[in-house]
């Protein structure tokens, strides 16, 4: 049963940049699509960015484009969002999740694996 693990969230100022990654054990993230998404208090999870197996499509939301930028390194199991510009608005937990198959989809539905979630703060 793989376990997905997030890190790297945290407080940041408007404006500022981090970096999330998303360890995986007990199984393989290279064979499948790998998605962010991000849940903010009272709202709905929402989809983020989604790349395939081999890292040459890669989808965001639209709130996203251009300061998101989502990669992976399979040999090493893991997956990144690199995320600049940070807006108030991108406050929120932010969860990564191995899709069922090779297809990036924005539906939360299409995920089976989740992991715990890590917090971004972005102070104005």
């Known amino acids: 049963q793989v376990q997905l693990v997030e890190s790297g969230g945290g407080l940041v100022q408007a404006g500022g940049s981090l970096r999330l990654s998303c360890g995986a054990s007990g199984g393989t993230l290279s064979t499948y699509v790998m998605g962010w998404f991000r849940q903010a208090p009272g709202k709905e999870r929402e989809f983020v960015s989604g790349i395939n197996p081999s890292g040459s499509m890669t989808v965001f939301t639209d709130s996203v484009k251009g300061r998101f930028t989502i990669s992976r390194d399979n040999v090493k199991n893991t997956v990144y969002l690199q995320m600049n510009n940070l807006k108030p608005e991108d406050t929120a937990v932010y969860y990564c999740?191995?899709?069922?198959?090779?297809?990036?989809?924005?539906?939360?539905?299409?995920?089976?694996?989740w992991g715990q979630g890590t917090q971004v703060t972005v102070s104005s």
């Open positions: 999740a191995k899709s069922r198959g090779i297809i990036v989809q924005k539906i939360s539905s299409a995920y089976a694996w």
